[in-house]
């Protein structure tokens, strides 16, 4: 006769399980409290501590699966509730994931981790007016929370309540003095020249953006300045048919990538945003792709390209001189540059309250030409939506010319 199920040691299985998972060991640690679940299907801790471990390997769906069954097991346990509305915010369940959230403050009394939280899951659903009443709400009770200050004060900006956005600016850096990106924010406020963002801002700022950038970019903004950029290079007289090896510059996830990839033997990809490249790489569109910062890239690099790109790049730039000089030091010959631009009529650049940078084609022009760029294409575009009106733009087609007959 075979062992019953209770002579099992379930006890043993279980805290092996714990312990694997503790240890790192999360898809063996999975297998166990599966094992376990076989014969105690009505115990909450476990479905819970599933939960956790399906999240960490970012299994969503199944860590959803474990919390639901977890919370109606044990329906007052706020970190159940809680879980379960991170793990359907990752999974882009918004109203569940309110729901969730919602329960867990009921529970827990004003959790300050809960109302962060369920800030982040308005402002990533683009529930903006929601976000900042819960941002506020937490605010009264831990007026430090940081990033609680850091992210009301985006969301004043995005709804361009310019002064009460540098207000928070001003109190996270009395929070944190070193936060980069609310000193490039306050200075854009402020219309205080910069030579050009800090790294650390264009990294924090797209890392984040990653998850939903081309739903947000492509169909809320209406953006297909790569597109352009495309068009542009085909209309070239005499033209090339295929280029030898292309970078995109500033890659993204890859949109630029796609309209280009037909046209090129060899097609690379750089970025500074590493959550950035990770979604283009699955996109299987670049032979290489950089993480890295693109003048220091441009600057070491042995390649040498014979096409450019840089859809939406030059507006988070300042100074365009070390871009251009870059670019043409790793240029072939009579290489092409494309690339778009957020346009100012005032001299140079100027900030804008975005944060991003506007540039004169005056400007644009000369700064090419004195790195060794010719102006082949020069026209007008509209490069994104904002706020219901376009974002006015200029596409330039150079090409480098560093000898002369």
Same mark, same amino acid.
């Given at each position: 006769?075979?062992k019953?199920?209770?002579?099992?040691?379930i006890?043993?299985?279980y805290?092996?399980? #714990?312990t694997?998972?503790?240890?790192? %060991?999360?898809?063996?640690?999975?297998?166990?409290?599966?094992?376990?679940?076989h014969?105690?299907p009505? #115990?909450?801790a476990?479905?819970?501590?599933?939960g956790l471990a399906?999240?960490e390997?970012?299994?969503?769906?199944?860590?959803?699966?474990?919390?639901?069954?977890?919370a109606?097991l044990?329906?007052?346990d706020?970190?159940?509730f809680?879980?379960?509305?991170?793990?359907c915010?990752?999974? *882009?369940?918004? &109203?569940?994931?309110?729901?969730?959230?919602?329960?867990a403050?009921?529970?827990a009394?004003?959790?300050?981790?809960?109302?962060y939280?369920?800030?982040?899951?308005?402002?990533?659903a683009?529930a903006?007016?929601q976000?900042?009443?819960?941002?506020?709400?937490?605010?009264e009770?831990?007026?430090d929370?940081v990033?609680?200050v850091?992210?009301?004060?985006?969301l004043?900006?995005?709804?361009?309540n310019f002064?009460?956005?540098?207000?928070?600016y001003a *109190?996270?850096l009395e929070? &944190?003095?070193?936060?980069?990106?609310?000193?490039?924010m306050?200075?854009?406020?402020?219309?205080?020249v910069?030579?050009g963002?800090?790294?650390?801002?264009?990294?924090?700022?797209?890392?984040?953006?990653?998850?939903?950038?081309?739903?947000n970019?492509?169909?809320?903004? %209406?953006?297909?300045?790569y597109?352009?950029?495309?068009?542009?290079i085909?209309?070239?007289?005499?033209?090339k048919? *295929?280029?030898d090896?292309?970078?995109d510059?500033?890659?993204?996830?890859?949109l630029a990538?796609?309209?280009f990839?037909?046209i090129c033997?060899?097609?690379?990809?750089?970025?500074?945003?590493?959550?950035?490249?990770?979604?283009?790489?699955?996109?299987?569109?670049?032979?290489e792709?950089?993480?890295?910062? #693109?003048?220091e890239?441009?600057?070491?690099t042995n390649?040498?390209? &014979?096409?450019l790109?840089?859809? &939406?790049? #030059?507006?988070?730039?300042?100074?365009?001189?070390?871009?251009?000089?870059?670019a043409a030091?790793s240029?072939?010959?009579?290489?092409?540059?494309?690339l778009?631009?957020?346009?100012? %009529?005032?001299?140079?650049?100027n900030?804008r309250?975005?944060g991003r940078y506007?540039?004169?084609?005056e400007?644009?022009?000369?700064?090419?030409?004195?790195n060794?760029?010719?102006?082949?294409e020069?026209?007008?575009?509209?490069?994104?939506?904002?706020?219901?009106?376009w974002i006015r733009?200029?596409i330039?087609v150079?090409?480098k010319r560093?000898?002369?007959?």
């Amino acid at each position: 006769m075979g062992k019953k199920p209770e002579s099992v040691d379930i006890q043993s299985i279980y805290q092996s399980a #714990v312990t694997l998972h503790q240890q790192g %060991e999360i898809s063996r640690a999975v297998t166990l409290y599966l094992q376990v679940l076989h014969h105690f299907p009505d #115990v909450a801790a476990i479905h819970y501590n599933l939960g956790l471990a399906r999240f960490e390997l970012e299994q969503f769906a199944g860590a959803i699966e474990a919390y639901n069954r977890a919370a109606e097991l044990n329906p007052v346990d706020s970190d159940i509730f809680y879980n379960l509305g991170l793990a359907c915010k990752m999974a *882009r369940q918004y &109203d569940q994931a309110e729901k969730a959230y919602l329960r867990a403050l009921e529970l827990a009394d004003n959790e300050r981790d809960i109302l962060y939280n369920l800030g982040c899951c308005y402002q990533d659903a683009g529930a903006i007016e929601q976000a900042c009443l819960v941002y506020e709400r937490l605010l009264e009770l831990a007026p430090d929370h940081v990033s609680g200050v850091n992210n009301l004060a985006y969301l004043q900006h995005l709804r361009k309540n310019f002064a009460q956005a540098k207000k928070l600016y001003a *109190r996270v850096l009395e929070l &944190d003095p070193h936060r980069r990106s609310a000193q490039h924010m306050l200075a854009a406020l402020s219309g205080k020249v910069e030579q050009g963002p800090p790294r650390e801002y264009i990294r924090e700022l797209f890392d984040q953006y990653s998850e939903n950038f081309e739903e947000n970019l492509v169909k809320d903004l %209406e953006y297909n300045t790569y597109c352009i950029l495309r068009q542009a290079i085909d209309a070239l007289p005499g033209k090339k048919s *295929r280029y030898d090896h292309g970078l995109d510059i500033g890659c993204g996830t890859g949109l630029a990538g796609e309209a280009f990839h037909s046209i090129c033997a060899r097609l690379s990809g750089i970025d500074l945003s590493a959550n950035m490249i990770g979604q283009s790489a699955e996109k299987n569109l670049y032979d290489e792709l950089h993480c890295a910062e #693109v003048i220091e890239f441009l600057g070491r690099t042995n390649h040498e390209y &014979d096409l450019l790109i840089a859809a &939406d790049v #030059v507006p988070y730039l300042g100074n365009l001189e070390p871009l251009f000089a870059a670019a043409a030091q790793s240029a072939a010959e009579n290489a092409h540059f494309c690339l778009s631009s957020e346009k100012t %009529e005032k001299p140079g650049w100027n900030i804008r309250p975005t944060g991003r940078y506007a540039h004169n084609p005056e400007y644009i022009a000369h700064t090419a030409a004195k790195n060794g760029w010719v102006v082949l294409e020069r026209f007008r575009a509209n490069i994104r939506r904002e706020h219901d009106a376009w974002i006015r733009g200029t596409i330039f087609v150079l090409e480098k010319r560093t000898r002369y007959k």
